[in-house]
């Protein structure tokens, strides 16, 4: 049982570039989101689905795409990287339903120069 | 305010002994609770899920306070695996879950 998968490990990106990351779950959860962990700042969401079709925006949405197609897939675009968003993202799952816990992906580095 | 704050520390303990963090949270709505540990560098990993009735498992106690909306965690007896970073998490509205930043540990030999 894999749990939930995060490509690529680390990346560098220039200004302006645009990249996507990648994140699968084989737990069948419907609840997929995004977090990006800074020092000092705790993770904080950028984007969640609910559902195939469904997503929605968290607490730093600006500068990142979603889409979810499968139960399975919750990529993550950045659409021109910025300094700012030099970070690490997790990508995590859960059950729906009360105080069902969040499940990690094991991350991914981006540096942007 | 913040959704979620939590004591920075950096704690550190000499092993065997008993160590307990606090973590305060400002939405009174909020229904599920957790603590969760990170080592450096990875991923955060669930520790516990802490109950109304607060809950034990092995070394490590967790409790809720509604009144005073904060929850903490208790670890006896120390080890030195015990050092990490602790997370606490509170659901928040609809499907959003916070964190706060983290309290760090070292057990010391």
């Known amino acids: 049982n894999a749990g939930v998968t995060q490509t690529p490990k680390f990346q560098v990106l220039k200004t302006g570039q645009s990249m996507t990351l990648q994140c699968a779950q084989d737990m069948n959860h419907e609840y997929m989101s995004w977090y990006r962990q800074d020092p000092g700042m705790g993770l904080r969401l950028i984007h969640y689905s609910v559902g195939a079709g469904i997503t929605d925006q968290g607490e730093v949405p600006n500068g990142y795409n979603v889409s979810r197609s499968t139960t399975e897939d919750f990529p993550l675009r950045l659409l021109s990287a910025a300094p700012s968003q030099t970070s690490v993202y997790f990508c995590a799952s859960r059950q729906t339903g009360f105080n069902s816990p969040l499940h990690f992906g094991n991350g991914t580095r981006l540096t942007v120069t | 305010r913040k959704e979620v704050e939590q004591d920075p520390g950096p704690f550190n303990v000499p092993e065997g002994a008993t160590v307990a963090f606090n973590c305060t949270y400002s939405?009174?709505?909020?229904?599920?609770f957790f603590w969760y540990r990170q080592d450096c560098r990875k991923e955060p990993k669930l520790l516990m899920s802490?109950?109304?009735s607060g809950n034990e498992d092995g070394r490590f106690t967790a409790q809720l306070n509604r009144a005073s909306q904060y929850i903490s965690l208790l670890i006896r007896d120390s080890k030195l695996s015990d050092s990490a970073t602790y997370l606490c998490v509170v659901s928040g509205t609809g499907n959003q879950f916070y964190f706060g930043t983290g309290t760090s540990l070292t057990v010391i030999p």
């Open positions: 939405n009174s709505a909020s229904q599920s």
């Open positions: 802490v109950y109304s």
